[in-house]
């Protein structure tokens, strides 16, 4: 009888050590990021760090040209967060990740630009899904030719702000999946999306 009792004691001990040790592991993992598709060309991410809307509307119906254009709008989940220009990229169908234009190239060639920026004006797809704060732009790109562009945008949880970002892709924009990929000092925002 003294064989079953230390059986069943090794066995409950095995058990709350399992328990225990899954505890402890969802405990470390912290909040988990959500995907949530909200429309045919919208996508929205809740993650840890920052929520993100994303549209991808104009750059679905225009797969041309090499300049790929994509509406935002970035709010922190919790504490205050600056994403820099250099953390923001977007991996194409083949698998290269382009980091975001910089501002002295969109504005040489926003002449050839102006048009397509005329047209995604027009088409912009409203991007209300984060909880409502006061908007606020991002000014990572000055639209119209040479201006003020900032290195980078300081998200907090009282604005929404809001922005296009612009990628010059050097096989230019077609159809396939990329992904919009956003580093951030405790992670990375990763939302997949088809054109």
Do not use: C
Request: hydrophobic share 45%.
């Amino acid at each position: 009888m003294s064989t079953r009792i230390r059986i069943r004691a090794e066995l409950a001990v095995a058990v709350a050590a399992a328990l225990l040790f899954a505890a402890a592991a969802s405990a470390k993992s912290g909040p988990q990021a959500e995907l949530e598709r909200v429309g045919a060309t919208a996508i929205v991410y809740r993650g840890p760090q920052v929520d993100v809307a994303l549209s991808y509307r104009f750059a679905k119906n225009n797969p041309t040209g090499n300049w790929l254009l994509l509406e935002t709008v970035m709010t922190a989940a919790r504490d205050p967060v600056d994403v820099t220009r250099g953390a923001i990229a977007v991996r194409t169908p083949d698998g290269e990740v382009v980091p975001l234009a910089p501002q002295a190239l969109l504005a040489e060639d926003y002449g050839s630009l102006a048009s397509t920026i005329a047209r995604a004006d027009v088409t912009r797809e409203p991007l209300g899904y984060l909880t409502p704060r006061r908007f606020r732009p991002m000014r990572l790109f000055a639209q119209y030719g040479p201006g003020i562009a900032f290195p980078t945008v300081w998200l907090d949880q009282w604005h929404n702000d809001y922005g296009r970002l612009f990628f010059r892709l050097p096989d230019g924009v077609r159809k396939g999946n990329y992904e919009l990929l956003i580093n951030l000092p405790e992670g990375k925002v990763v939302m997949p999306f088809a054109i």
